[in-house]
Structure formats: C-alpha cells, structure tokens
C-alpha cells in the first residue's frame, strides 16, 4: 500500500526541547542589554559592562551581557557624562549622534495581545 | 469503518514522552489506545480523495472572493483584504492544512471545517499514531505526514538565498501549540532548513523590520498564531511594510473563515463532499448548526435540534455567523469520531481521528489512532 511509510520517523530536535526556555522574560527591563561583550563595551567602555551573572548557565540570561542601568549619569569612554536613557528612550551617544543599542531601542510586544482572550491559537 | 478495543501499550506514556509528545494525558486523558479506528483501503481512499478535491475547492473559494471583491461578507476590513490579496497574486506558498470531515464509512465524507491556517493535533497524527501503528503490529495507516512536511520545506524555502533562517513562534504557556510548533520546526529542521525560535510575544519592530531577541530581522517566519488575530494586533500594522515570507500565507485567512462554508455552497452546490451552508438559517428547517466565522476547538457552537440541542461556551459570541446543516456524524460506543485529513502542500498525507462523547469536536476532545487493511 502506498500510504505506508518504509522507514522509522526520526525526530532530530523535539525531544531535547525545554519548554519556557528562550523568553525574554529574563532580558532584564532596567538597564542595557547586549547578546556581546565588545558590542556593549563600544557603547559604554570597559567599566560599564558587565558579564552575563554566574550560576544561570543554560538559561537565556546566561548570553545577556550587562550595560548602564536606566535613568542614571554615567561616562562614556570619551570621557563625557551622559543621562543613560530610558527602556523606550535610549541615550545618544555623543561622539557619534547614534542610539546605544542594547535590545531596548526594538519595541516588543505589539503581537499576542488577540490570544489573552482565548483557550488556543491552534484550530 | 468500526471502532474496535485495543489494548494500551503499558510503556505508552514513556515513550511518547521520549518523542516529546508530552501533553498526551491533558484534560483526563487526551491520547487514548483503549480503542482504534479500522478502515478499508477503499474508504481511506475515499477520505484520501475527499481531501485533495476540497483542496481544489478550496483555492478556487480564494479566487472568487478575491475577484468578486467579498472580503466583506466574512467580516474582512480593505487593509486586511490588501494583505490577502497580495499573498493571493504573489502565489505565497501554503505548508499544510486540516479539513476536518463526518464520515461513516458510507456516504461520502463531508467538509465540517477547514483548519487552514494554524491546524494542529499534528504530532500526534504524524508520529504518534504511527509509532503506535508499528508496535501494535496492524497493517497500514493513512500516514505519509512526516515526510511530506520535510518535502514541503524543502520546496517552501529553496528560493531563499542559502543560510537564511526560518523563525517560528507560537504564544506562551501553551504546552500544546510549543510543541506543535516544535515537531514542525523539527521537519525543517530535516530539511535542511537553518532555524530559529521567538515567542510571537517577544517579536520587537526596530522601524524597518520585526526582528527576535537578539535584534535579527525576521525574514521567513512560521507563525502558528491565526491571522485574524496578527492583523488586529498593534503590530499588525507593520506586515504590509515588509516583505517577510509568512507560512501560513495571509490568503489563508480566508480559508480559516468558517464563512467560506457559505461560499463553497454557493459555488459549488450540491457537491458531494460539502454541506449546504448560508449566511443565514432561513433555507436550512429546523435542524441545523450555527458557527461564529473564527470560533476556534469547538468553542460557541450551536446545534439547533428539537431532540439533540447542544451549545458549546467560548469567547466567540459575538462574531458574524454561518449558518451550516447537520452532518450525520456516526456514533461508536457512545463516541462521535471526526476524521482530520491533512493536506500538505497541494496534496492529500494522513489522517488522524478525534472523538468526543458529543456531535462537537471541542479541545479536550480524545485522540484515537486508526489503521487499515
């Protein structure tokens, strides 16, 4: 019969799965945020930078390396003190008039409001 | 077609745990083998048939509303209809989809709903059935699922420059559409498909594009998540600014419309594997079914019937309605079965039975494997 299959189903990935992994849940919402070292050391310099915090290995805070917190004065590698900026209004650096970048300058969170209202996406 | 008595494998809930088939025991008992579904090679190759022709039915549905400018008979807005009518004429290609039927194994088999843009129920129909099929040591099942998904991919995605990753996402804190989602990023994964995962709730818009967590542009996205509800979403505003390749292709938002069954009716009349359905109940007596246009699982369906009346709750009250008759849907052991026949691509791969103790086929409602011979 055609519809039978000859081989095994393998399955490559979904067995390894960890559910409620990769949120951003655990992004941190009261400072800076960067997925490297050297991309928030541009930013901010080596004494404003942060390594991801020990003893969470393997979960999505773990790649998070850690800029300015919020709302603060803070010197930039030129020298120069700046207001760190807001989750929704990033600072501007002032040697090259662009935005730190972090992963606060994205807004999120502009899809999945229509599924609080129901049991399933699925159908 | 019979409902016969099986008995459970002993091991079953550990080994599909294995597979990360881990909501099987939900809502008292989601997968059941106390039972299987015997068909004859002749009835799969109807429902086989059913399904590609209904397919067919299907896409010629878009093209009418398309052309006829009917978005508006199923509640579609102009700037929905746009998103539509683009994906329409750019040919977007589609991955899958579930038509779920009545059948008794003797009428023709007859379209209920069509699950077009985010089916699910798809792990257990690909491989869990499957596996059960081989240790139980039955004959065949209407089964090629598995790797007419990884086929799909192949073809979905070789237009795309090499290396560039398909995002999936789903909602969170739900354990069943994570794991769907994963099984079908698994497939492309075989595929040879580079792959990502976001929650659709952490997908951030940087101005040009929706980007994931580490700020990548989403530029092929797998959203099991319903149209309807991305183009009412803030962001919603954002997709005709893009060029993103979405799987399932926004013209399936009409496919997804239970208010297509009124359209099939009206082009295609009296055709075997349709039931006839209106707009409105005045053409149908005194026995019929009324279902909002997005109600999803069986929520807020009404089943007008003197002797049989039934009304499911849910959050879709409110919503514009098709007005369908009934379906002789037949009864084994106290059980209604509903068949989900699966399309993927343009083509007819599997089925997988559903059965509740009522006429509606809801989200706590039974899995049962099936086979033929």
Redesign the interface.
């Known amino acids: 019969m055609k519809k039978k299959r000859a081989r095994r189903i393998q399955l490559v990935t979904l067995g390894t799965v960890i559910l409620g992994a990769c949120s951003n849940a655990d992004v941190p919402k009261d400072r800076y945020a960067y997925k490297s070292r050297p991309e928030c050391v541009q930013d901010w310099g080596e004494t404003h930078c942060e390594n991801p915090p020990p003893g969470r290995t393997g979960s999505a805070a773990a790649a998070y390396f850690l800029g300015p917190r919020f709302n603060s004065i803070v010197e930039t590698p030129s020298g120069k003190h700046i207001w760190s900026g807001s989750a929704e209004i990033p600072a501007i650096n002032p040697d090259t008039g662009q935005s730190m970048r972090g992963a606060v300058n994205i807004a999120r969170g502009g899809f999945g409001n229509s599924a609080n209202a129901y049991h399933s996406s699925g159908s | 077609m019979q409902r016969l008595p099986c008995t459970p494998r002993p091991d079953w809930r550990e080994k599909f745990e294995?597979?990360?088939f881990?909501f099987h025991s939900d809502d008292g008992g989601y997968w059941d083998e106390s039972a299987c579904y015997q068909f004859g090679?002749a009835q799969?190759d109807e429902i086989e048939a059913a399904a590609e022709e209904l397919h067919r039915l299907a896409l010629a549905a878009v093209q009418h509303v398309i052309v006829e400018r009917r978005g508006a008979e199923l509640g579609v807005t102009p700037p929905q209809m746009a998103l539509i009518e683009t994906s329409w004429r750019m040919n977007a290609p589609s991955l899958y989809g579930r038509f779920d039927l009545a059948y008794d194994g003797h009428q023709p088999p007859k379209l209920l709903e069509y699950?077009a843009?985010?089916?699910?129920?798809l792990?257990e129909a690909?491989?869990a059935q499957?596996?059960w099929l081989?240790e139980s040591g039955r004959?065949?099942?209407?089964?090629?699922l598995?790797?007419r998904l990884i086929v799909r991919w192949e073809s979905l995605f070789k237009t795309l420059p090499p290396g560039t990753p398909v995002h999936f996402?789903?909602?969170?804190d739900?354990?069943?559409?994570?794991?769907?989602l994963?099984?079908l990023?698994?497939t492309a994964?075989?595929a040879g498909v580079a792959t990502r995962?976001?929650?659709?709730?952490?997908?951030?818009?940087?101005g040009k594009a929706l980007?994931d967590?580490?700020?990548a542009a989403i530029s092929a996205w797998f959203k099991?998540?319903?149209w309807?509800?991305?183009m009412?979403?803030?962001?919603?505003t954002?997709l005709a600014a893009t060029s993103i390749h979405i799987i399932e292709p926004a013209w399936k938002a009409l496919l997804?419309n239970k208010g297509m069954l009124a359209i099939l009716w009206e082009l295609f009349p009296h055709h075997p594997n349709l039931l006839p359905a209106y707009f409105t109940p005045d053409y149908l007596g005194a026995s019929f079914v009324i279902k909002p246009f997005f109600s999803?699982?069986g929520?807020n369906i009404s089943i007008v019937d003197r002797a049989q009346p039934l009304a499911t709750p849910g959050?879709y009250g409110n919503e514009p309605k098709v007005y369908q008759a009934r379906a002789t849907i037949p009864v084994f052991d106290g059980r209604y079965p509903v068949i989900g026949a699966w399309i993927v691509g343009d083509d007819a791969a599997?089925m997988g039975i559903r059965e509740d103790v009522t006429p509606v086929t809801t989200?706590s409602s039974r899995f049962i494997p099936h086979f033929?011979a």
């Open positions: 294995a597979l990360g881990s090679a799969i699950n843009d985010t089916p699910t129920s792990l690909a491989v499957w596996h081989e004959a065949d099942q209407f089964n090629s598995h790797e996402s789903c909602v969170k739900n354990e069943e559409d994570r794991v769907t994963e099984y990023r698994d994964t075989q995962f976001v929650y659709i709730e952490d997908i951030g818009w940087n980007v967590l580490d700020g099991l998540y319903p309807e509800w991305l009412r979403d803030a962001f919603g954002h997804s999803r699982e929520a959050p599997g989200n033929f």
